[in-house]
């Protein structure tokens, strides 16, 4: 019953930024961990950033001091703000949530239909 919607990618030149948004929807109980997670083609999709309802973040190496990941519970929304990509950034950006519907049910894992970010050089 959650839906999932990133907006916010497009093709930028290397060194550039964007802002990754995903907001929420539905009937949720609470929403807990949000993350971005990126694949690329021809590769396994890995873990950008990770937010927890607490505010803790976490973030792949090859993105720290780059990408900052923010959510807005108000909103049920999860930002990611990208600055100076490069094109191994090139990849299908997907947003992911943990939530359960109502409080007693087990959470799940929700994912967005992914949004196109290309960095060209």
């Known amino acids: 019953q959650v839906q999932l919607v990133e907006s916010g990618g497009g093709l930028v030149q290397a060194g550039g930024s964007l802002r990754l948004s995903c907001a929420a929807s539905g009937i949720a109980f609470s929403i807990g961990v949000m993350g971005w997670y990126r694949q690329a083609p021809g590769k396994q999709r890995e873990l950008v950033a990770s937010?927890?309802?607490?505010?803790?973040?976490n973030y792949a190496d090859s993105v720290k001091g780059r990408f900052t990941i923010s959510r807005d519970n108000m909103k049920y929304t999860v930002y990611l703000q990208m600055n100076n990509l490069k094109p191994e950034d090139t990849a299908v950006y997907y947003c992911?949530?943990?939530?359960?519907?109502?409080?007693?049910?087990?959470?799940?894992?929700?994912w967005g239909q992914g949004t196109q970010v290309t960095v060209s050089s």
């Open positions: 937010t927890s309802d607490g505010g803790s973040t």
């Open positions: 992911k949530a943990v939530a359960n519907i109502r409080s007693f049910d087990s959470p799940k894992d929700y």
